[in-house]
């Protein structure tokens, strides 16, 4: 699928209390692209998300997938939440096999396809468990499991690992990197951790806060066997502590 945000705006609210939380966001993500877009708390990542959802309209400009205007939610967007979205009353196999459910498909494709996605996420030993039997990054496993099964062309991820500790993030980022390589899924990371964004995304835009507005896209070289070793590679502490200060610079001119 190929994704395009043509200069989109968006503002909530109306008359004097309206305030507009977008402003003039364009950017496209490729087939099998993976691009992030970072920016500090409020600065309107989630409602870019929830824009490409199809959760939200756009007061201004279009959200287009494959040139056709989103309408709404769609099975060829997958997404993944921060805050665990499992249901607790569910088995992780239940919650994986729930999508696919709403989608029609038949028993014995869903249970076959729920076995092949917690395989791919390296829980097959876990499908009977509940999500409170499940540490956090098992959890956002069984989230992306239950996304990917629903064949999305496009996975959209808002802070996927915002709630993980440091070394269970770290885990979760080369999971999340050889998962793209080995399925060649597009996907949308938003994430206010540039280093993240930076080691997973091939593109990333920085995102100003009030209003939201890209003010720095940044292309990064595509070859990365290891994650752990590009961490503390000169050239990307380099370009780190670059848009770091960019970053500082738009809070502090804001005064945040
Ligand atoms: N439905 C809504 N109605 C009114 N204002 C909203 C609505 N949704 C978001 N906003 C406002 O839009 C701004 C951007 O919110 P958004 O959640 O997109 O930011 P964010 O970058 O995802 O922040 P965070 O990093 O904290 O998740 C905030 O000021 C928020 O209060
Ligand atoms: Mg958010």
Known sequence: MHLQLDRVSKVFGEGRSSKLVLEDISFEILPGEFVALVGSSGS??????????GL??????????????????????????Q???LY???????????GMELQGRGR???RERTAYFLEVVGLAGSASLYPRQLSGGMQQRVAIARALAAEPQL??????????????RESM????????QRTG???LLITHDLEEAMLLAQRLHILAPRPGRIVRTISLASERSDLAHLRVSPQFLELREDLARTLRSLDGALGA
């Open 108 to 110: 014995p494709e869903i």
């Open 185 to 187: 899924l597009a996907a």
């Open 56 to 81: 939200e309209r756009p007061s201004a400009g279009a959200v287009l997938v494959d040139g056709r205007p989103v309408r709404g939610p769609g099975s060829d967007r997958g997404m993944v939440f």
């Open 83 to 85: 805050k665990y979205s």
């Open 88 to 98: 607790p009353w569910l088995t992780a196999a239940e919650n994986v096999a729930f």
């Open 173 to 180: 980022q080369e999971f999340l990197y050889q998962l793209w």
């Open 44 to 53: 309107g990542k989630s409602t870019v998300m929830r824009l490409v959802a």
């Open 155 to 168: 996975l959209l991820l808002d802070e996927p690992f915002g709630a993980l500790d440091l070394q269970i």
